[in-house]
């Protein structure tokens, strides 16, 4: 079999894996979740097998410790949560009348700049794509939510995702070795070295970028909280679910964050300047620390290719497509480089010339 017919064959095997999630993406919710958190803890499994325990042990171990950690947070952290959105949205109107007070200089300087015939075409223009803005961005969210929690409820979210986890995380090895034996026997160790290359940079991202967001969460709720802000422990969590987004989450918190802050604040510039303050820390001690400790240079992806990787996943697959969106621009990034690669000592780049110097 010639190499573009393999090509060709896996070529279209991808786009049959794609066109299949596609139909099933309003029910794979649980079970991305479920392979996620198999995934991140298999080391720790392979750890305890190592120690002497046996791997349904260890993976009952792990597990029930991982729920039992996480079903004590969200019981501990609920009600307060539940206190910060009553607050944070009381601050929303005053937010609002706060950022009106800041832009009014600025109109009055337009107004006297500008003709009223031109300052009525600027707002009107605004107003024209802050309303394409504002509905690409509630379509996209509405289809986010309609393709993930609106289909399966809550109680089967729960129910099912522990299984697919705990069945996953024991039987990995035997997964990954019954995988391995399917493999073409001529390009088994290319697809090995390219397998073991996703999976550095999937670590990178799902063990490396979970333990930053999770630092980070922490970071934010305890430093907005003590700086007084009256949603800090919410906003703190959710400044550290958006770290994953590059540049955008840190903006996008440090906007509200600080927005929130002058609406409560009012002029006591002081807290205002230490709510920014926690901001401007935690995004230093994510740059130059957090991300070289934890994720390293091994991704190798840019941040505006992860940007739209994860608006396409949210477009395409609803939430189950955001939470696939990073590993799929990981797994693509691989092969991309590896395509990259063939290309360039193939002879349709070199053409005649390394046909010529070959056959001398």
Not at 67 to 85: M, R
Not at 316 to 326: D, E, K, P, S, Y
Request: hydrophobic residues 55%; neutral net charge; proline residues 3%.
């Amino acid at each position: 079999m010639s190499r573009e017919l393999r090509l060709i064959i896996w070529l279209i095997a991808l786009l049959g894996a794609g066109f299949v999630l596609h139909l099933l993406s309003d029910v794979l919710l649980p079970f991305v979740i479920g392979i996620t958190i198999a995934y991140f803890f298999d080391p720790a499994a392979d750890r305890l097998e190592r120690m002497g325990l046996s791997r349904t042990f260890a993976t009952t171990l792990i597990l029930l410790g991982f729920f039992l950690a996480a079903t004590g947070i969200v019981v501990l952290i609920f009600p307060a949560l539940q206190k910060q959105i009553a607050a944070a949205v009381k601050l929303v109107p005053a937010m609002v009348d706060q950022l009106q007070a800041l832009l009014n200089p600025l109109m009055e300087q337009l107004r006297a700049d500008f003709t009223a015939e031109t300052v009525n075409n600027l707002k009107e223009a605004a107003g024209n794509y802050a309303g394409t803005v504002f509905k690409w961005l509630s379509g996209l969210i509405a289809k986010v939510w309609s393709g993930g929690l609106a289909v399966l409820n809550l109680l089967s979210l729960i129910l099912i995702t522990p299984l697919v986890a705990f069945y996953l995380l024991r039987d990995w090895d035997e997964i990954v070795a019954k995988v391995d034996s399917w493999l073409p026997r001529q390009s088994a160790d290319t697809i090995r070295e390219q397998v073991r290359k996703i999976d550095e940079t999937l670590a990178g991202f799902v063990r490396g970028q979970a333990s930053v967001c999770l630092v980070l969460a922490v970071f934010y709720a305890i430093g907005l909280s003590m700086a007084g802000l009256k949603a800090g422990l919410l906003i703190g969590i959710a400044a550290g679910a958006l770290a994953v987004i590059p540049y955008i989450g840190a903006g996008l918190s440090f906007i509200i964050g600080v927005g929130l802050a002058i609406a409560q604040f009012q002029q006591d510039w002081m807290p205002i300047l230490i709510v920014a303050a926690v901001f401007i820390t935690g995004q230093t001690l994510e740059s130059y620390f957090l991300t070289p400790k934890l994720v390293g240079g091994r991704v190798g992806l840019s941040p505006i290719w992860i940007i739209f990787a994860m608006l396409a996943g949210g477009s395409l697959f609803g939430l189950t497509g955001v939470l696939i969106a990073l590993p799929v621009a990981a797994v693509t990034g691989v092969l991309v480089r590896f395509g990259l690669e063939q290309y360039l000592q193939s002879e349709l780049f070199h053409g005649e010339s390394k046909k010529s110097s070959e056959g001398k």
